[in-house]
């Protein structure tokens, strides 16, 4: 990976849900969605963030992109803060950073034709005259092979794939340089979910784009993604090269997300139930939030909460006890 100044450097980043008071302001307890999140991200990569449903993911990439205040720590997007950003007015970071929605159809204006959603970030945030939006249309729509016919019709006339590619352009017709592509295909056929990936790896060459992909579906992240980041309650837990957190996982976690996967040639299945369960959000655990769910667990996991750390020369883990294999 190069050493090149991150385009995105997320630190300590903090969400809470809640003020921790009810009306009568008596104490009540608050969600810590993402806790003492940090990474960075380089020109050009794509981070894959996967974990179970609940885990922040979402709630993180809301953040990123504006739509969700930080409870603490700092988003810095081409060496400026993102909360500067903020107070420079919403052009500002539109220009730099998009979003992409998880479900395509409710994601569009549904009585505005495509034409008027494409056009949306050419008026508000370049300020293009109309016969520039017509030509910059034409090339966001030639680029996620749409015809130039669909551009007067509404999105319900159109697929789940194609309203997702329509998305896919509102999202570059802003010319930011970085899209969070949150679930983006996961509403999709498996043979939609294809083209749209192999069209969002055309477009990160043609455009130079730095992705950040969310997702539970650990084969695409795996077949899209240079590094992963695995979140669980709220902190990431691990992060390193796709292929060495897929092939050789260091937190326990992750072993039992990829033990979970079903998978066509062998059924895999967790026989623990206790590996099952999640914790409360209202009653976190203390220490290690996967403590009660780990089979490595000991008193110092149960009262401390491990840092993320490198171990050797492979990704870092956040955990004591990590796992270990032959030659590593």
Do not use: W
Request: net charge neutral; glycine share 8%; proline share 8%.
């Amino acid at each position: 990976m190069s050493t090149a100044t991150p385009i995105l450097q997320v630190d300590n980043l903090r969400k809470t849900f809640g003020d921790g008071k009810t009306l009568l302001r008596k104490p009540k307890p608050q969600v810590h969605a993402v806790q003492n999140v940090e990474f960075a991200v380089q020109p050009g990569e794509t981070l894959g963030i996967v974990g179970e449903s609940g885990c922040g993911k979402s709630t993180l990439a809301r953040m990123l992109v504006g739509l969700s205040r930080p409870s603490g720590g700092s988003i810095t997007i081409e060496g400026r803060d993102m909360a500067a950003l903020k107070h420079a007015g919403t052009r500002a970071t539109g220009r730099m950073i998009q979003y992409v929605f998880q479900d395509p159809l409710s994601s569009l204006n549904p009585r505005k034709t495509i034409r008027e959603i494409i056009e949306a970030p050419l008026i508000h945030l370049h300020g293009m005259g109309k016969q520039a939006r017509s030509k910059r249309i034409a090339e966001l729509m030639d680029a996620v092979n749409l015809r130039p016919e669909f551009l007067d019709r509404y999105p319900h006339e159109f697929s789940g794939g194609q309203a997702q590619r329509i998305g896919i352009a509102r999202a570059l017709a802003a010319d930011a340089r970085i899209l969070v592509l949150d679930e983006p295909v996961s509403a999709l056929d498996v043979s939609v979910q294809a083209q749209v990936l192999n069209l969002l790896r055309e477009l990160r060459r043609e455009f130079d784009l730095t992705y950040l992909f969310i997702s539970h579906d650990l084969a695409v992240v795996e077949a899209i993604s240079e590094r992963v980041a695995v979140m669980y309650f709220g902190h990431i837990v691990e992060i390193g090269a796709a292929e060495q957190v897929f092939a050789r996982p260091r937190h326990p976690y992750t072993r039992l997300l990829l033990d979970s996967a079903p998978s066509i040639d062998k059924a895999r299945t967790v026989h623990d139930k206790t590996l099952a369960e999640l914790p409360d959000p209202l009653n976190p655990p203390p220490g290690c939030p996967f403590a009660p769910r780990c089979p490595h667990a000991d008193a110092r996991c149960r009262t401390e909460i491990p840092a993320l750390s490198q171990h050797e020369n492979s990704q870092a883990a956040a955990c004591f006890h990590p796992l270990s294999f032959p030659g590593g």
